[in-house]
């Protein structure tokens, strides 16, 4: 077990969530749903709590109700190789939620993401500042990144 695990506040979709978490990343897997029994708080059988495993790093869903909603205040960043691993996990991500700006999204469940190429970084620390800038309004003006357009701009193309 390590020291350190996120735990996700959901309504009432943490096993949901979990499974769908595990379906889109690979080599993830969904852990230990523990379930209300007859003394509640939750209906008898229903999930409590859900973990998770996402690229080794381990998850808890809890079913709180609906008190405490997902903020963009925290969301987790998917670092991508290529295009084809950003539309993947864009796409996936995306799926019946919300699309924000600069790679950003909601999930269904509300869960905000940041699905970033690797190169997004290099483009933007470029030493010419006219490049980074160029870089940075084009990432501005994006949903989901794309790293040809963004290598466009860098470039002055």
């Given amino acids: ?13 943490a096993e949901e969530a979990a499974q769908f978490y595990a379906s889109v990343f690979p080599s993830s897997k969904v852990g230990r749903v523990v379930r209300y029994g007859p003394a509640g708080p939750g209906p008898e059988g229903t999930a409590m709590t859900a973990s998770f ?17 997902f903020t963009e205040a925290v969301s987790f960043v998917v670092n991508c190789e290529d295009q ?7 796409d ?19 869960l905000s993401w940041q699905v970033v190429p690797t190169a997004l970084g290099e483009l933007m620390i470029d030493s010419d500042p006219e490049a980074a800038r160029r870089t940075t309004e084009a ?10 357009d963004l ?3 860098h470039d002055g193309a």
């Fill in 84 to 90: 084809d691993e950003v539309d993947y996990y864009w």
């Fill in 92 to 110: 996936k991500l995306a799926e019946s939620g919300e699309h924000g700006v600069c790679g950003w999204l909601k999930d269904r469940y509300g």
């Fill in 139 to 148: 990432m501005l003006s994006m949903t989901k990144l794309v790293i040809a």
């Fill in 1 to 13: 077990m390590q020291k350190l695990t996120t735990s996700l506040w959901f309504d009432t979709q």
């Fill in 53 to 69: 495993t996402l690229f080794g790093q381990e998850f808890m869903g809890i079913n709180g109700g609906p008190l405490f909603p």
């Fill in 151 to 153: 290598q466009r701009a």
